[in-house]
């Protein structure tokens, strides 16, 4: 069949579309780096009035009426043509759209505005009570949200579609059972051990040559300078303009070699995917990455498997300890290696370890599954927490702000499918790499002399250039013949960490 003209409609609507949406992320990104603050007002008008604007672009009945014109051409095509991927991703896309009433959108971004406000004062005042009434009704209005998708088998399945297509609450719930059942005697056994000393890091670290160092990594792992950019902000983050423009941001601390280092690597892991995509898909949906948790399969991937392995430090040591002479000319590779590895017990997500890591992680998630189901009240919801993290983690919270108040997460969104992408990415992470290692056995070799390029040739073909194309489940059971499966994640684990705890690891 002939390329329809309403194909070509469509395609110049969501072009638009597109189009304001990166230009809200660039209004976004400048608030977060380079704006003064006396911006803010008028800045925060200019980003409601842009989201209104692709908002009633996105419901317009015309894109309904088109995709509906163009159901029999998209039949006739294979389904992993491009145009058949555009109508369905399109479809999906504007169907998920035109189900939540205008009305309720505004409520919503209403009490989030109010709910982040309150939050961001109550953390450091460790005020819990202000923050109770309105998670209160942040819970309402996720149950109220998951109401427009009727037909559901778990009230969470609507808010997890929405991050983490495709997936639900009860199959997400069995891989972390299992999951959690292989971490809990991993953590006990590593933490039984002598800690590991990690005050290398924790010395003095100028700012500058942290910045260089980490500059000249995430160029050998190939990140495109000449299509992005690396600016300060509080929170790193990436964020992109269009294919072409994918930018990263990263906050450094001068008593901690670690943070920016590894967060810059995190950074570029998610930008390096979306620099992947193929440039066909500019300007439709198609023009991003899967899933939350396949891209933080990659940044985990590039920041952890890739980043925290030794093979990596056998290449790059040498170089970081001529950035940093006085700090690390005597630190030997084996202490170095094993600080950037360190396992401990603790109460912050984002600082966690990779072992401990998805413990965060799973509680939250089973905590919000609880909150929708109604088995856990809101009221109770900062005590459980601090149950769980003494059951799980072995840890009690000393206050709120570090419990319950820690994240944003639920006080600038909806509660539900805000955390399970972190740990699938994890998960996924190894069956990719393992996926890679099996066509390219020399991939540690390689990356042992400092290149990369099969690794991320590997992943571009098989994960980057398919964009939204492809789903997550789709990407796993092509490459690895199986869906999400969290044996070859805790392998992995136990391997890396027997090693370096020198103990025998249970299976
Ligand atoms: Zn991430």
Redesign the pocket.
Known sequence: MNHPPQLTELKARLHEIYDLEMTAALLNWDQTTYMPPGGAVARGRQLATLGRIIHEKQVDPVIGRLLDALRSYEESLPPDAPDAALIRVARRDYERATRIPAAFTAELYQHMAASYDVWSRARPANDIGAVLPYLERTLDLSRRFAEFFPGYEHIADPLIDMADYGMRATTIRQVFAELRQGLIPLVEQITAQPPIDDSCLRQFFPKEQQLAFGVEVITALGYDFTRGRQDTTLHP??TKFSLNDVRITTRFDDHDLGSALFSTI??A??AMYEQGITLEFEGTPLASGTSAGM??SQ??LWENIVGRSRPFWEHFYPRLQATFPNQLAHVPLETFYRAINRVERSLIRVEADEVTYNLHVILRFDLELALLEGTLAVRDLPEVWHERYRSDLGVTPPDYRDGVLQDVHWYGGLIGGAFQG?TL?NIMSVQLFDAALRDHPDIPHQIAQGRFDTLRAWMREHVYRHGRALDADDILRRVTGKSLDVQPYLAYLRRKYGELYHIAIDA
């Open positions: 983050f990436m995190h950074e892991g998610h891209h933080e940044s985990r972190y990415g």
